[in-house]
């Protein structure tokens, strides 16, 4: 289904709290396929329910846009040929329209209080019938409106929605459906503090921006049919319209939203916002590349792969209409992938701050050191922090001795373990990691011991660590007078206890 225009997209979210995943995703979407076709893609913020709005919430927005490389065409802050891009600035125009609607025979004022909907609706749960407005105010007459108004009755506007027949939608990725025009409601289009509700106020803004596909969330989906007739009746040609499906939380039961934020799952954080993943240390090539691939797939199926090949590759007619669950394992997989694909300049660069977050302080030159041993074993960017923060630490309390000593191992075997294994360091001038793993692999033998026991022993003792960089290269970092030293205390250590 194509529209013969310039594409013009737009991603128009409601600055009333953090952006979430999904919303990035839907911007995502938009931005891929505007880029695919040489199009636009425009930030719109939809700030029409004034009750919401979250202070800071749009300039955050517009922050993790382009933290995860999402930069738009058109928006608040760049401004573009159909501003302005905040949609509160916009009213008149909506108000204009819904008028024009009124005087079209399209809409219609309606008066009724909300005790008398609430009342409404009571009678028809009553009933058993499906809750809704009975359509009280739609054949008023000119009189009867002008005598409500006199008595200061402030009216919303509605759509006058068909009461007969269907309305057929098309959807470029679900195809055709039938809505039975009996069942839709006669929405509200302004409400009585003049602000318009979404339904009339994108629809709006879509035509004054020349906006030629829409994709959104799947839960849109059923508004659709009340879009479809607004279109006709504005007499517009409608762009075309793209369901996306939702992302399911990690268990697969119902939509990931905001209220799942904060909490673990399988022994870890669900992470929701667009801010949270950076905060748990993901890189944004990461997380677009996960993004893509939820609800869409590359031409030839592979999972891993720049954004200029997904933006080559997007079309519609490759988005999964069903809902995706949303595999953090496959994450953090491509996260370490994305890691691996960083120069070592980038990489120290993104890791720096934390470091320095950490309390620790940064030698560059000691980072670029450190960042070769590191960098094919992280799978986040905390990573490098937990497991080599102590190369940028000046203070080094020492193992207990529990940590030193290895599996199949007591006290005493440990202690004459690094005795040995310190005589042998005093014998060289400095360290040289391939000779010095040669060395203590020789030893752990004529010791009798499995040279992982030996090896362990020396890791928490150099590093305070079970878990660190590869131990030898570590040792020649750090250098011999520092490993000696932490020998030393190790050993002390264990005599101690022995």
Not at 313 to 322: I, K, M, Q
Not at 329 to 349: F, H, P, T, Y
Not at 397 to 419: C, W, Y
């Amino acid at each position: 289904m194509s529209s013969h225009r310039p594409v013009r997209v737009r991603f128009a979210p409601s600055p009333t709290g953090p952006l979430h995943i999904g919303g990035l995703r839907t911007a995502l979407f938009n931005w891929l396929y505007a880029r695919h076709h040489g199009g636009r893609f425009i930030l719109r913020l939809e700030d029409t329910d004034q009750r919401r709005l979250v202070s800071g919430s749009a300039e955050h927005i517009m922050a993790m846009l382009r933290h995860y490389g999402l930069d738009y065409d058109e928006g608040p802050d760049i401004g573009g040929a159909f501003g302005p891009y905040v949609q509160s600035e916009r009213r008149e125009r909506h108000v204009r329209q819904a008028g024009w609607l009124v005087q079209e025979g399209a809409a219609y004022p309606c008066y009724c209080s909300a005790e008398r909907l609430q009342a409404v609706n009571a009678e028809k749960r009553k009933r058993g019938e499906a809750s809704g407005y009975d359509r009280h105010c739609r054949d008023l007459s000119l009189t009867q409106r002008a005598e409500l108004e006199a008595a200061g009755e402030t009216p919303v506007i509605r759509f006058r929605m068909p009461l007969e027949g269907q309305t057929l939608v098309r959807d470029a990725i679900r195809g055709e459906s039938r809505f039975e025009n009996s069942r839709l409601q006669d929405a509200v289009l302004l409400k009585s503090d003049g602000f318009p509700t979404y339904h009339l106020a994108h629809l709006v803004d879509d035509q004054d921006m020349q906006i030629t596909h829409v994709l959104r969330s799947s839960e849109w989906l059923p508004s659709l049919p009340l879009h479809w007739q607004l279109w006709q009746a504005f007499g517009q040609k409608k762009p075309v319209y793209v369901h996306l499906p939702v992302i399911l939380n990690p268990n697969g039961k119902g939509k990931l939203s905001k209220r799942h934020a904060g909490f673990t799952q399988n022994g870890r954080q669900v992470l929701v916002l667009a801010q949270e993943f950076i905060d748990a240390g993901y890189l944004p090539e990461a997380v677009g590349n996960f993004l893509t691939n939820i609800g869409w797939s590359m031409p030839d199926e592979r999972e891993f792969f720049p954004v200029e090949a997904a933006i080559e590759g997007f079309e519609l007619s490759r988005v999964n209409p069903a809902d995706s669950v949303f595999p953090v394992e496959k994450l953090d997989w491509l996260n370490g992938m994305w890691i691996r694909e960083l120069s070592g300049v980038d990489l120290a660069q993104r890791v720096r701050p934390l470091l320095q977050q950490a309390g620790l302080e940064v030698d560059d030159a000691l980072l670029r050191k450190v960042v070769p041993l590191m960098q094919e074993r992280m799978r986040s960017l905390h990573d490098f922090a937990a497991m080599a923060g102590f190369f940028f630490s000046d203070s080094f309390a020492g193992p207990e001795a529990d940590a030193i000593i290895q599996r199949r191992m007591d006290t005493a075997g440990t202690l004459g373990a690094l005795q040995a294994a310190r005589q042998r360091l005093e014998e060289v001038e400095r360290i040289e990691c391939a000779a010095l793993e040669a060395d203590m692999r020789t030893l752990a033998q004529e010791l009798g011991i499995k040279a992982g026991q030996l090896f362990g022993s020396l890791r928490v003792a150099v590093t305070g660590q079970r878990v660190s960089p590869p131990l030898f290269e570590t040792m020649e970092i750090l250098g011999l007078e520092t490993c000696l030293e932490r020998i030393d205390q190790a050993i002390a250590t264990l005599q101690r206890q022995a």
